[in-house]
T-cell receptor, first 110, second 110 residues
Framework: GEDVEQSLFLSVREGDSSVINCTYTDSSSTYLYWYKQEPGAGLQLLTY?????DMKQDQRLTVLLNKKDKHLSLRIADTQTGDSAIYFC??????????FGAGTRLTVKP | DSGVTQTPKHLITATGQRVTLRCSPR?????VYWYQQSLDQGLQFLIQ???????AKGNILERFSAQQFPDLHSELNLSSLELGDSALYFCASSGVYGYTFGSGTRLTVV
């Protein structure tokens, strides 16, 4: 399809792991991204993965990429209340334009 | 500071009025993208400029227009404003590692 798909909501308890999933559209996308949007703020680049990688780890963040299924996930270990935000998945197309998902609103309960 | 500057941060105006939102891209970036984010909704791509030329159009209303100037800053003009135009308006510029977003202009139409 033409849409990058994400679940709209995820709720976890503080200290648990969060996993946010995304299905993207173009198997030839060169980079896949995760952006974080805190309330009232703009989107900040959280992490990205090049399409020839399967996994990327950066402190509490782990990105997994399954190119065959066009599936991207973001795992946040030891989720904190400060991780509450909207997380956008995005793919970079061959023309360098980016296509964004609708965003997953992560709520972390104490 | 992301390097993408948007002004003003907040704007309150009445229905029927016209406003101009301004964006300065990150130094060296030639592309500017405009997005609209309504409450609890994802990003809606409006329009893209590259080095002064319009390059792509998304779901932009005829009441809205944009331009990019020789110094690469861009302006988004919204006219005949309606209550439903109340939203966050973001611009982004494109670099090697994806889009960098400004902090947005929150437009409230009353």
């Amino acid at each position: 399809g033409e849409d990058v798909e994400q679940s709209l909501f995820l709720s976890v308890r503080e200290g648990d792991s969060s996993v946010i999933n995304c299905t993207y559209t173009d198997s030839s996308s060169t980079y896949l991204y995760w952006y974080k949007q805190e309330p009232g703020a703009g989107l900040q680049l959280l992490t990205y993965i090049f399409s020839n990688m399967d996994m990327k780890q950066d402190q509490r963040l782990t990105v997994l990429l399954n190119k065959k299924d066009k599936h991207l996930s973001l795992r946040i270990a030891d989720t904190q209340t400060g991780d509450s935000a909207i997380y956008f998945c995005a793919e970079r197309l061959n023309n360098n334009d980016m296509r964004f998902g609708a965003g997953t609103r992560l709520t972390v309960k104490p | 500071d992301s390097g993408v500057t948007q002004t003003p941060k907040h704007l309150i105006t009445a229905t029927g009025q016209r406003v101009t939102l301004r964006c300065s891209p990150r130094s060296g970036d030639l592309s500017v993208y405009w997005y609209q984010q309504s409450l609890d909704q994802g990003l809606q791509f409006l329009i893209q400029y590259y080095n002064g030329e319009e390059r792509a159009k998304g779901n932009i209303l005829e009441r809205f227009s944009a331009q990019q100037f020789p110094d690469l800053h861009s302006e988004l003009n919204l006219s005949s404003l309606e209550l439903g135009d109340s939203a966050l308006y973001f611009c982004a510029s494109s670099g090697v590692y994806g889009y960098t977003f400004g902090s947005g202009t929150r437009l409230t139409v009353v």
